[in-house]
């Protein structure tokens, strides 16, 4: 049973940075797809960054050149350092996971419970 667990949330003024984690239990991160996502009161669920098992990354065209998506393989997190925080980006973060598909990374299906971000 696959458990992601994120922290790292925060308030922070505009312009400032913070770093989101993601571990768990009940996976191993360098072997699953992983993505980061977040959702805005009002607005829909949104991808912000994703890595592969083979290391690679996309990010959402908003967060680009801002946030980077990495993993320690060690400590089995993901992270998503994020700098230069806006307004926008204001919203619940979260991680999520799955064991890539015959597709690739298609579908996520582990999900955590989402660590609060806010940037004024």
């Known amino acids: 049973h696959v458990q992601l667990l994120e922290s790292g949330g925060g308030s922070v003024q505009t312009g400032g940075s913070l770093r989101l984690s993601c571990g768990g239990s009940g996976h191993t991160a360098s072997a699953y797809c992983m993505g980061w996502f977040r959702q805005a009161p009002g607005k829909e669920r949104e991808e912000v960054a994703a890595i592969d098992p083979d290391g690679l990354t996309s990010y959402t065209d908003s967060v680009k050149g801002r946030f980077t998506i990495s993993q320690d393989n060690a400590k089995n997190t993901v992270y998503l350092q994020m700098n230069s925080l806006k307004p926008e980006d204001t919203a619940m973060y979260y991680c999520?996971?799955?064991?890539?598909?015959?597709?690739?990374?298609?579908?996520?299906?582990?999900w955590g419970q989402g660590t609060q971000v806010t940037v004024s």
């Open positions: 999520a996971g799955d064991p890539p598909g015959p597709q690739g990374c298609v579908q996520l299906a582990a």
